[in-house]
T-cell receptor, first 115, second 111 residues
Framework: GAVVSQHPSWVICKSGTSVKIECRSLDFQATTMFWYRQFPKQSLMLMATSNEGSKATYEQGVEKDKFLINHASLTLSTLTVTSAHPEDSSFYIC???????????FGQGTRLTVV | KQEVTQIPAALSVPEGENLVLNCSFTDSAIYNLQWFRQDPGKGLTSLLLIQSSQREQTSGRLNASLDKSSGRSTLYIAASQPGDSATYLCAVKDSGYALNFGKGTSLLVTP
């Protein structure tokens, strides 16, 4: 299957700082990328959908000014958690699709811990 | 809003057993359904993708079926091995374009 690379795999940051997470499709062009959040023993919850060259669409309850998403190219999307707080600690994971309604491929996930 | 339910939540079986994981969804107007495997602290590995027009897909010891009209899918694992231990997630794609996930089935295969 196609490869989606997500970095970093884990990060610890101080409260009030910002953290950037990268999601890259290595061997295909991703027209759409999705960002999910997963709490312990819970399922994945969609945060936002991003299409290359346009503004991300955020799910209800997700603060767009806190979770900045940039999809500057067909192979890269970034999620920046701004002014992180301990309650933002979670597992963040991205997915990418080459075309609408095709198979979704996921990155390795990023474990964010805010102290 | 699409709701995806997976039963059982957890399952423990001895090595060599055949097993079935169940997934149900509330809105049958889906584009496709995917089964994933997630190891602790890791990302998701796609196992099988079933398009809405298909009834089943097979890969090695895995077979997934889809009954769209009744809102059900099953993942059949033949001759289970300890390396199959993981959480298995079912996800459906509907008109929202993003995947809607169940909470998963945590599988433990004991030697």
């Amino acid at each position: 299957g196609a490869v989606v690379s997500q970095h970093p795999s884990w990060v610890i940051c101080k409260s009030g700082t910002s953290v950037k997470i990268e999601c890259r499709s290595l061997d295909f062009q991703a027209t759409t990328m999705f960002w999910y959040r997963q709490f312990p023993k819970q399922s994945l919850m969609l945060m936002a959908t991003s299409n290359e060259g346009s503004k991300a669409t955020y799910e209800q309850g997700v603060e767009k000014d806190k979770f900045l998403i940039n999809h500057a190219s067909l192979t890269l999307s970034t999620l920046t958690v701004t002014s992180a707080h301990p309650e933002d600690s979670s597992f963040y994971i991205c997915s990418a699709e080459g075309a609408v309604n095709t198979e979704a491929f996921f990155g390795q996930g990023t474990r964010l811990t805010v102290v | 809003k699409q709701e995806v339910t997976q039963i059982p939540a957890a399952l423990s079986v001895p090595e060599g057993e055949n097993l079935v994981l169940n997934c149900s969804f509330t809105d049958s107007a889906i584009y496709n359904l995917q089964w994933f495997r997630q190891d602790p602290g890791k990302g998701l590995t796609s196992l099988l993708l079933i398009q809405s027009s298909q009834r089943e897909q097979t890969s090695g010891r895995l077979n997934a079926s889809l009954d769209k009209s009744s809102g059900r899918s099953t993942l059949y694992i033949a001759a289970s091995q300890p390396g199959d231990s993981a959480t298995y997630l079912c996800a459906v794609k509907d008109s929202g374009y993003a995947l809607n996930f169940g909470k998963g089935t945590s599988l433990l295969v004991t030697p």
